[in-house]
């Protein structure tokens, strides 16, 4: 409005004198707004698409790749330009609804910083190059006739499935290599481990809408499990009537905590001994059979009385008692578990005591069944974890590889410091970065190769998780790509292909041709009678091809869960929560200006990051909210300002995944710090998966005295006496309104 | 009789060579043309728009007065969506790898069209992002589903807010299609008045 002598005060003074007639006479006045006649330019088609209306939207299934959940999405697009991402309604994962995280799928497609064409480097510096020249080094270094040792070859992806898969494990069989390291920093590896040897299958499914209770050690339904808008929706019918109840067990309240019944907050890394103390009530004093249990753990159970459990976990014996009551009178019921659970150097013990809950209370056959035997195992989900970039570091460390491919992953952000991942990069002769951003992790290579955006791609996906009915999600371009000199990741596959065999490949003509004709070799009685053609028609159609799976049943084996004492440590007296939260999740959405501005779903704090801690703790440090404060573990220290909240452990400290990017465009690009980076070696013990939420840390203000306002959305934690929203306590209510 | 025409005759001709805008204000008088458009009230007001270049100066005037060829030819997608569209390319060569071909315009267009490219127009006509504005809606109102209007007449309807084009060679803004004009059609038509029609 600068320019312009009608403020708000002025404007109302006219309201009142004149009314509506003046103030739409005051329509006439010159806007703000600029229409100038003759600066736009309108490009109207060539020869248009029957279909095409100019300003109606036309929609097309796909699936989203924000995350490897794997949900449905319908795109709308105008004019050839893709506007808008809601969920499909054809998808059994997220059933039409789409989270922030895929809303923001445009955001990654338009993005200002894409990377527009491949980049090699020169004289130690990365310059832009065709693709000619990108392929023509690819081919010198990779290429059949190259000098490369195939077997010294490797791919470190985060999680692929689908014909993309079939070619990446097909380009490493043509390399002779069987390195395909998979790494996502939000995962469940320890619970599929658990899940493997007690139910004989990695990931069954889960019927949290058939639970009448469920018990959640750190799963964070409504935010950043497995399947967020899956078990968002599931979350949903739960909690309508007949409402179920909700327990949540986590050090740092989640969105799914602040949504529980009741939250609890045991001792980080104590959650396997309160379910052992749970198991023990229920045993002891409800009566539910441990027949099913083997005999040492039921004296392991039984050792767990439930005052050594208080003295343990720090949590109150009347909820301990009041969890084992609801669990053993409410049945079916549903324990689940989450990263903060999972993620400790005795995590497998945890999960382990966590599940044997669902056997003592009978759930499995109920609320956990198998997930069937999906009849094409090529295409399921190759599922990424820590251990897996622990394990390609080493590689490296050892100089055992040569030519290493990345896709879908930035372990130069998500490494920590303890792994000194630059260095052991740099044993690697030749890196081919592929991606769509420059990130710290292209910022090393050698080579980079820009991809092009979801949105602009083919592919199919079978999500690591899937539900009750079985998809291949489909995933097709929703309009023409924006760069010309960007290519799929499927094309990309077939070109390297093409390097090693060419005889085998050189008849697809793009990794559309290629899916062509993988759909047509799949077998008839997965078409539901219709032909080639019209099976693919409809694949693209809906977006997702139901599958036929054989049933399966478990039969759980418990696991005998030996839980050592916690260790005290007088240095570094709190744990590390390094939390996730739908929006920037680990750190790849930080360049989405849409899932900066969105406020952290507990803290409402927006575009940087923050120390989480409880007011109590915070008192006793003497800092109080806003001020900087230091976190500091043995591999070093990161410094973000206070924000006090009673929804976590006092011998907790939170500080968020997802900022401290060096690189990635400038949304992301020094802004907030990186808790990934502080994490000290310590690993579950079973699984070797590093123990996220493992890292012992301390706590001060920090050296300096800078004061940096924390942009929060809100404000106020209190209603200052304004009695916005009236509530009583329970005591008050049953006294006066209750039976 | 005679010489009364006679002399709004030389008025109007001495209005028309004085000052092209001022012809436009006169116009936009209803009376002089619209009002015939049965169960509306035509708007009013005048906007002394820029003259836009265009890479080919289309001609209006031959298209819709001398050849009498519908808006809607053309302009087809106003009738089905919120936009009226700029024809395609390969609409205007439909006529024109026959007709006028030796015109420097149509060698143009033709130079376009053989480069795989189309013409790149200026817009003359736009309101903002934050408001709704739909074609189709209004032809419905004012031409298909308005009694007593014929859809040959629809020059007449698209002139509301668009002016008298058919004198016109390129398009030039002779409307201010601000809130204020919007309003008052509205009102004079008993066109809808909640915010959110517009601004949604």
């Known amino acids: ?739 | 009789m005679k010489r009364y025409s006679n002399r709004l005759y030389e008025g109007l001709k001495r209005i028309s060579l004085g000052s092209a805008a001022l012809l436009v204000v006169f116009a936009a008088v209803p009376g002089t043309g619209w009002a015939e458009v049965p169960n509306a009230v035509a708007p009013k007001g005048a906007h002394a728009g820029d003259d836009v270049p265009q890479p080919i100066e289309f001609p209006h005037d031959v298209h819709a007065k001398i050849n009498q060829i519908n808006c809607m030819y053309c302009h087809t997608y106003a009738r089905r969506s919120k936009v009226a569209g700029i024809p395609p390319t390969s609409k205007c060569m439909g006529c024109h790898t026959i007709i006028a071909t030796d015109k420097e315009r149509i060698k143009k267009l033709t130079e376009y069209w053989e480069s795989n490219q189309s013409p790149p127009w200026k817009k003359v006509h736009d309101v903002p992002d934050y408001v709704h504005f739909t074609h189709e809606k209004h032809l419905d109102r004012f031409l298909f589903s308005n009694e007593g209007m014929d859809v040959e007449r629809v020059s007449e309807v698209c002139a509301f807010c668009h002016g008298e084009v058919k004198e016109m060679t390129v398009a030039k803004k002779v409307k201010s299609l601000n809130m204020g004009f919007c309003r008052r059609c509205h009102e004079a038509n008993d066109g809808p008045s909640d915010c959110w029609k517009c601004h949604k």
């Open chain 1, 1 to 739: 409005m600068s320019g312009n002598d009608i403020n708000r005060r002025n404007f109302l003074k006219v309201m009142g004198w004149g009314g509506a007639g003046v103030a739409l006479s005051g329509c006439d006045m010159p806007t703000t707004v600029t229409l100038e006649e003759g600066k736009e330019t309108v490009v109207s088609y060539i020869m248009p698409e029957e279909y095409v209306i100019p300003g109606q939207g036309v929609y097309f299934a796909s699936t989203c790749q924000q995350c490897s959940a794997g949900c449905g999405v319908h795109g709308r697009v105008r004019e050839g330009r893709v506007l808008k991402l809601e969920g499909n309604t054809e998808s059994p994962i997220n059933t039409g609804k789409l989270c922030q995280m895929g809303q923001s799928g445009v955001q990654a497609h338009y993005n200002p910083d894409r990377i527009q064409k491949p980049m090699l480097r020169k004289g130690g510096a990365l310059v832009e190059v065709t693709w000619e020249e990108a392929a023509a080094a690819l081919a010198d270094k990779t290429g059949k006739d190259s000098s490369l040792n195939g077997g010294r070859a490797a791919w470190l992806t985060g999680t692929v499935s689908g014909h993309q898969s079939v070619l990446l494990q097909a380009h490493l069989e043509a390399l002779g290599s069987s390195r395909h390291y998979t790494h996502e920093v939000i995962n469940n590896a320890v619970a599929t481990q658990v899940n493997q040897d007690m139910f004989g299958e990695v990931q069954p499914t889960y019927h949290v809408t058939k639970a009448k209770v469920v018990l959640s050690f750190g799963a964070d339904l409504v935010g950043t499990s497995m399947s967020p808008v899956h078990f968002s929706r599931e979350h949903t019918k739960f909690r309508s009537a007949p409402r179920g109840v909700l327990i949540q067990v986590e050090p740092k309240m989640t969105l799914t905590g602040g949504n529980a019944d009741l939250w609890i907050a045991a001792k980080p890394g104590s959650e396997g001994v309160l379910a052992m103390g749970i198991a023990n009530e229920l045993l002891a004093k409800h009566g539910l059979s441990g027949d099913a249990l083997p005999g040492g753990l039921r004296d392991s159970i039984a050792s767990y009385n439930t005052d050594k459990v208080v003295e343990i976990t720090g949590v109150a014996k009347t909820k301990i008692v009041e969890v084992a009551k609801v669990l053993a009178e409410r049945s079916p019921s549903l324990v689940l578990t989450g990263a903060s659970t999972e993620a400790h150097e005795h995590g497998y013990q945890s999960v382990a005591a966590a599940m044997m809950l669902n056997v003592i209370l009978g759930n499995i056959g109920k609320t956990i069944t198998s997930s069937g035997e999906f009849p094409f195992p090529q295409l399921t989900a190759k599922r990424g974890d820590m251990k897996g970039l622990l394990a390609f570091a080493e590689h490296a460390d050892k100089g055992e590889i040569d030519v290493a491919f990345f896709y879908g992953v930035n372990p130069v952000y998500t490494a920590p410091k303890f792994l000194n991942l630059e260095q052991k990069l740099d044993k690697i002769p030749f890196k081919v970065v592929l991606t769509q951003f420059y990130d710290e992790t292209a910022n090393r290579a050698d080579l980079v190769l820009p991809l092009a955006s979801a949105l602009e791609d083919w592919g199919t996906h079978v999500p690591g998780y899937l539900p009750e009915d079985k998809i291949i999600s489909m995933q097709q371009p929703l309009m023409e790509k924006l760069y010309k000199e960007t290519h799929g990741l499927g094309d990309v596959l077939l070109s390297l292909l093409k390097m090693r065999k060419p005889e085998e490949y050189e008849g697809f003509a793009d990794y559309y041709a290629f899916l062509r004709e993988a759909f047509a070799a799949i077998p008839s009685d997965h078409k539901g009678g219709v032909g080639d053609e019209k099976f693919w028609m409809q694949a693209l159609q809906f977006g997702v091809i139901p599958v036929n799976v054989a049933e399966r049943s478990i039969k759980p084996t418990p696991i005998e869960a030996d839980l050592p004492a916690l260790k005290e440590d007088i240095s570094y007296p709190f744990y590390l929560v390094p939390s996730a939260h739908l929006g920037l999740w680990d750190g790849r959405h930080a360049n989405l200006p849409w899932l900066q501005e969105a406020p952290d779903q507990i803290s409402k704090v927006v575009w940087g990051s923050w120390v989480e801690m409880h007011p109590k703790t915070a008192a006793r440090l003497g800092v109080e909210n806003g001020e900087f404060v230091r976190v500091e573990s043995m591999q070093g220290s990161i410094e973000a300002p206070l924000y006090t909240h009673r929804g976590i452990h006092p011998n907790a400290v939170a500080v968020p995944l997802g900022q401290g990017h060096e690189e990635y465009g400038r949304y992301a690009k020094g802004r907030g710090v990186n808790p990934l980076k502080i994490l000290n070696p310590v690993t579950d013990e079973k699984t070797g998966e590093p123990a996220l939420y493992g890292t012992r840390v301390q706590v001060a203000k920090a050296p300096f005295d800078e004061k940096q306002k924390m942009v929060r959305f809100g404000g106020s934690e209190t209603q200052v006496g304004r009695k916005l929203v009236a509530s009583i306590t329970a005591d008050v209510f049953n006294r006066t309104e209750g039976a």
